[in-house]
């Protein structure tokens, strides 16, 4: 007999569902999951993602603006001493900070690749000798092929975002797949976005190394002694934060919740349940 039959599962799809609707969050276990997870904390590391999880996918990544009750959450939370605030975004670090306007927020850009801190020092990780003229070389093949029907490059110096939203139905797929074919042809990597494809220099460093490097930096090797996390994602390269924190943080995915993969501890189903947490955190931390 098949093992999922075994336990009482019919097919693949209502195991997944199963185990998504144990995980799926309603608004008060929301409060009385974060609630229990801070109990006793001395501090707290929050570490977000911006596109889809501070803020709604929208048809543009300039009209992307951060919400004003969210920014003012960040903000407080930002000037409490014990919290520590960090957005780890696949923007361009200057431009992931510009959208949030709070100074007092570590901004990881690139997908960890570049870091500012709120002393106005940077991180900028290695890229391979090469990396600019094979960006460039890259660039120029996709303009001439499947920069078209609404497709367009988000050239953001050490990374680039290729959009196929404004692309018309019925050629999203194949202008898809030949963009694909090309960044992998060029020797970069491919990530899976919200209608796009994140393309990424072949190093090892995502936003899981980058959250462990920003922990470290802060609290030292024994940071998941010395401080509780909580990360929020809602995309596949969220993920890789995910994996890396296991075990040792509270995270989070925003998705819909049905056969959903992920590594998150919880699904969250919006923009709205991250504002609520975020204002449960802060309610923990005034007391
Ligand atoms: O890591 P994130 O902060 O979530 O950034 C991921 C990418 O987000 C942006 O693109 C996505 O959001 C846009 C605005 O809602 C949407 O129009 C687009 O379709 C999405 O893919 C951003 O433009 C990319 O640079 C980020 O890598």
Redesign the pocket.
């Known amino acids: 007999m098949h093992i999922l039959k075994l336990f009482g599962f019919y097919n693949r799809t209502e195991f997944a569902l199963h185990l998504s609707t144990d995980m799926c969050s309603t608004t008060g276990d929301l409060e009385e999951y974060v609630t229990k997870y801070l109990e006793g904390s001395s501090n707290l590391s929050l570490l977000l993602?911006?596109?889809?999880?501070l803020t709604p996918?929208?048809?543009?990544?300039d009209l992307?603006t951060i919400p004003p009750e969210t920014k003012d959450v960040l903000e407080r939370l930002s000037q409490i001493p014990e919290i520590f605030v960090a957005i780890i975004?696949?923007?361009a670090v200057d431009n992931?900070k510009s959208m949030v306007g709070v100074d007092t927020i570590t901004y990881a850009g690139n997908h960890g690749l570049e870091v500012l801190y709120p002393d106005g020092s940077r991180y900028n990780h290695q890229l391979p000798s090469n990396f600019d003229d094979q960006l460039k070389e890259l660039i120029a093949k996709l303009e001439k092929k499947v920069v078209r029907d609404g497709a367009w490059i988000?050239n953001?110096g050490s990374t680039l975002?290729f959009?196929y939203?404004a692309t018309p139905e019925p050629l999203k797929e194949t202008i898809r797949q030949e963009a694909e074919k090309i960044i992998q042809e060029a020797n970069f990597k491919i990530g899976k976005?919200?209608?796009?494809i994140?393309v990424r220099p072949k190093v090892e460093w995502n936003k899981g190394s980058i959250a462990l490097l920003l922990l470290e930096k802060k609290y030292g090797n024994n940071w998941n002694k010395e401080t509780k996390v909580i990360f929020i994602g809602?995309?596949t390269?969220d993920e890789d934060a995910m994996k890396a924190l296991k075990g040792n943080a509270a995270t989070f995915r925003i998705a819909k919740c049905d056969a959903m993969k992920t590594n998150a501890e919880k699904i969250i189903s919006s923009t709205d349940n991250v504002i609520e947490i975020l204002k449960l955190v802060d309610k923990y931390f005034k007391k």
């Open positions: 993602d911006y596109d889809g999880t996918i929208v048809a543009h990544p992307a975004s696949g923007r992931v988000e953001k975002t959009h939203r976005a919200h209608m796009a994140e809602d995309d390269t």
